[in-house]
């Protein structure tokens, strides 16, 4: 089990919802960002959403007004709200963690949007 702990995902229809989790295992100190990647069949790992210094969360343009990325630091864990789903949606979800010291991507989790 790597670092980076992470759970949901799975087959929805569109328009539909589902609802990612990942938890920092007491191996990562310092964190400093936290969020979500995506990566769909042949194309780039793109932003979704991450929590950077500040308070207020980053958005990927294309899942703006749909996800919902919030967070318990206490527990160093991060959770993607999706809403509204499209086929478009469908990728390899990774969460990522950055420190001081370097930065840590969990396994992955399949989102597959499908009638």
């Known amino acids: 089990q790597g670092p980076l702990v992470e759970s949901g995902g799975g087959l929805a229809q569109p328009g539909g919802s589902l609802r990612l989790s990942c938890a920092a295992t007491?191996?990562?100190?310092?964190?400093?960002?936290m969020g979500w990647y995506r990566q769909a069949p042949g194309k780039e790992r793109e932003l979704v959403a991450v929590?950077?210094?500040?308070?207020?969360?980053n958005y990927g343009d294309s899942v703006k007004g749909r996800f919902t990325i919030s967070r318990n630091k206490a527990r160093d864990s991060v959770y993607l709200q999706m809403n509204s789903l499209n086929y478009q949606d469908t990728a390899v979800y990774y969460c990522?963690?950055?420190?001081?010291?370097?930065?840590?991507w969990g396994q992955g989790t399949q989102v597959t949007v499908s009638q």
């Open positions: 007491g191996r990562i100190s310092g964190i400093k960002t």
């Open positions: 929590f950077t210094g500040d308070s207020r969360p």
């Open positions: 990522n963690v950055n420190t001081p010291w370097g930065s840590y």
